[in-house]
């Protein structure tokens, strides 16, 4: 199941906190920052899907991520190669390299990493 918009902005900062009240995730917004009220039915939604858990302290709660990041976001490219992309690794890659104007230097990371991948293989 994916996060909306809203829901991954306040997932992001709860990866970047490890664990938080509420009032810490607000503060974490840019301007102009959202009302508590939503805040409370993001958390809601997303414990729902079981992306978050909290524990109770006192009469607050300390919400923590159920989910890794990395696990989440390489769920969602796996999703977008599949539908996007005839589930061709090859097409993105070279979507990617096309599209998105990489230096030399970056295209050469990339070959490195491809080729330490291949030796690993």
């Given at each position: 199941?994916?996060?909306?918009?809203?829901?991954?902005?306040?997932?992001?900062?709860?990866?970047?906190?490890?664990?938080?009240?509420?009032?810490?995730?607000?503060?974490?917004?840019p301007?102009?920052?959202?009302?508590?009220?939503?805040?409370?039915?993001?958390?809601?939604?997303?414990?729902?899907?079981?992306f978050?858990?909290?524990?109770?302290?006192?009469?607050?709660?300390?919400?923590?991520p159920?989910?890794?990041?990395?696990?989440?976001?390489?769920?969602?490219?796996?999703?977008?190669?599949?539908?996007?992309?005839?589930?061709?690794?090859?097409?993105?890659?070279?979507?990617?390299?096309?599209?998105?104007?990489?230096?030399?230097?970056?295209?050469?990371?990339?070959?490195?990493?491809?080729?330490?991948?291949?030796?690993?293989?």
């Open positions: 199941m994916a996060l909306s918009n809203s829901e991954e902005q306040l997932m992001q900062l709860l990866w970047k906190q490890q664990k938080a009240f509420m009032k810490d995730l607000i503060e974490a917004y301007e102009p920052k959202p009302a508590p009220t939503t805040v409370a039915t993001l958390l809601k939604r997303m414990q729902d899907k079981k978050v858990d909290y524990k109770q302290l006192g009469r607050s709660r300390e919400y923590f159920l989910v890794k990041k990395k696990d989440y976001f390489s769920k969602q490219m796996n999703g977008m190669i599949k539908d996007f992309f005839n589930d061709s690794a090859s097409q993105f890659a070279s979507f990617f390299t096309q599209e998105t104007d990489l230096s030399k230097e970056e295209l050469e990371d990339l070959k490195k990493l491809i080729d330490q991948q291949l030796k690993e293989k």
